[in-house]
């Protein structure tokens, strides 16, 4: 079928299925997207309480500097993102170690000295890197036409690519070993904070390729985006409707129906059936696999495994308590050293610039720290008592976290508001609230946006390259050359 034909139906309106949802729109497509929210962005969305506006989970723009995958987005799409660019990208602080994460590194580099040679290497790898991906990513293979666009550009950068394959198996720990760096442990735990953030995981797992793209983040740039970060997800939407789609809120999709390896048809928890031509979903695969009825085929257990969710905190407090900060974004790991859990946190404190993110006098302040998800779900079970005595004891904790760095914190609350991950199953759908992505331990253990149905195709931060706004447009843009060629390979086999 011609393009212009074909009508797309995307199940979720984070800013994977947005993205896809946009370029396939601008292409002519005719785009659909059902979002069971009543606003867009899923972990990167921007929602207003009780006079305060808050970034709901992802707090910094990034990939928007020249060349990264949301600039090159935002040209294709005609967006201009309304950004700017901050000098710092956050501060970390663990007991009296306080570090900018800028772009020249200075202050790690004054502090760990013995490092220049580990940053100088994964400066190199990041350029080697960011040059593979440009123009998309095919991967994981898929073919031999995969293979060969892959061999060109090694090709190409020749030399840079002999450098890249010993990386390739490596760990992050074993590449720190390989600069003497591992048995520094405050080098160490610096890194594995900023690998837990990034690529969810930390250096005795952590894959080194993926480390040193995680690790370019404070170098290629952070970005303040004004609005919140949710103006990401609204110009995308609006992007849509402007090449003649739509964009439906309130719409959640709970049964799709398959014959065989066809998706016939979606239902939304309305009442409202939709037909597709092609299907993308936005959705984890186990959460997908909730609500697929197959002719024949029994339901797929829940499965979690080693994903991570999110502890998150949204405080209204006395913006005087954080004046003079060299970056909105901190990074505190508490007196413990122990990552996760509440022991660290990461601070994104509103912009004064921004007279809506709170009343005069106070500032928004979102707060996450990483959790596994079933202790969660065995409290709620036990009932509402343990659920809360649960969220209670997390709250205390990372406050306290907090207020190792920021004496005054405790009495500049104003308000509290939490979400744990059964709050973030519920708002985004996603299996146990498994939020963050997936933990980037190697990159020939990736899944890619095929699935069991020739019309339907994941996308989103479950599939490579994975998280971040940049990380699921690049996947977004893989999605998309998938349902082409599926779509080109179809037209050819009809009479
Ligand atoms: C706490 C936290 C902090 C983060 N910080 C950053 C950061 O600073 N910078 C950064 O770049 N990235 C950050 N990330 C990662 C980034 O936010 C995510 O990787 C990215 O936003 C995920 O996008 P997605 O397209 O995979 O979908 P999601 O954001 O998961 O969106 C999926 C959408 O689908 C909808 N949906 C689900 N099920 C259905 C259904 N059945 N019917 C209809 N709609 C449905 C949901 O409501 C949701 O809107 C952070 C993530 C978290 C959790």
């Known amino acids: 079928m011609k393009l212009q034909d074909l009508n797309i139906v ?34 990167a969305a921007t929602f207003s309480r009780n006079g305060y506006r808050f970034d709901a989970g992802a707090t910094i723009g990034c990939g928007f500097h020249a060349g990264a995958p949301m600039e090159t987005l935002g040209k ?46 994964q400066a190199a790898l990041a350029k080697l890197l960011w ?14 036409r995969d293979l060969v666009r892959l061999a060109r550009k090694g090709i190409a950068g020749l030399t840079g690519t002999i450098h890249l394959l010993p990386f390739a198996r490596k760990t992050t720990l074993e590449w720190l070993a390989s600069h003497g760096l591992d048995t520094d442990p405050d080098f160490v735990r610096f890194i594995d904070a900023q690998l837990l953030i990034s690529v969810q995981t930390t250096s005795p797992y952590a894959n080194a390729i993926n480390a040193a793209i995680a690790l370019d983040l404070p170098v290629a740039g952070a970005y303040h985006v004004n609005g919140g970060i949710g103006t990401v997800s609204r110009l995308l939407a609006g992007s849509i409707e402007e090449s003649g789609g739509a964009v439906l809120y309130q719409k959640q999709v709970i049964r799709i129906d398959s014959v065989r390896r066809q998706v016939v048809g979606l239902e939304t928890s309305d009442g409202s059936a939709l037909a597709a031509d092609y299907v993308l979903a936005n959705l984890t695969p186990d959460s997908l696999d909730l609500f697929i009825e197959s002719e024949g085929e029994a339901p797929v257990e829940k499965k979690v495994g080693s994903l991570w969710s ?54 928004a302040v979102t707060v996450s720290t990483h959790t596994r998800p079933e202790p969660w779900f065995e409290a709620k079970k036990r009932g509402e008592a343990a659920y809360l005595e649960l969220k209670n004891a997390y709250t205390e904790r990372v406050i306290n ?50 699935t069991r149905f020739d019309n339907l195709f994941f996308v989103g931060d479950s599939i ?20 082409l060629k599926r779509n080109a390979k179809v037209g050819l086999q009809q009479p």
């Open 10 to 43: 995307v199940i979720g309106a984070g800013i994977g299925g947005l993205a896809a949802g946009a370029l396939l729109a601008r292409k002519g497509a005719l785009v659909t997207v059902l979002e069971a929210q009543d606003y867009p962005g899923g972990c």
């Open 76 to 121: 294709e799409l005609g967006i201009i993102w309304p950004i700017l660019p901050e000098p710092v990208a956050w501060q970390y602080r663990h007991q009296v170690l306080h570090l900018d994460l800028s772009p020249q590194r200075l202050e790690i580099l004054e502090r760990f000295p013995r490092s220049a040679p580990f940053w100088a290497e």
């Open 310 to 363: 999110a502890f998150t905190l949204y405080l209204g407090m006395e913006s005087a308590l954080f004046s003079s900060l060299s970056s909105r974004h901190l990074q505190i790991i508490g007196g413990s050293g122990e990552l996760a859990e509440g022991n660290s946190i990461f601070v994104s404190v509103s912009s004064d610039e921004e007279s809506d993110c709170a009343p005069e006098g106070l500032c």
């Open 464 to 483: 490579f390259p994975g998280q971040s706004l940049p990380g699921v447009v690049t996947g977004a843009r893989r999605t998309i050359e998938l349902l």
């Open 131 to 144: 040059y593979f991906a440009e123009g998309g990513l095919s991967w994981p293979v898929m073919g031999a």
């Open 401 to 450: 976290v907090l207020s190792e760095q920021f004496p005054g914190a405790h009495p500049a609350i104003r308000s509290i508001t939490s979400a744990t991950p059964v709050t973030w199953e519920r708002y985004t759908g996603r299996n146990q609230g498994c939020v963050g992505g997936y933990p980037q331990t190697s990159l020939f253990k990736v899944s890619g946006p095929l």
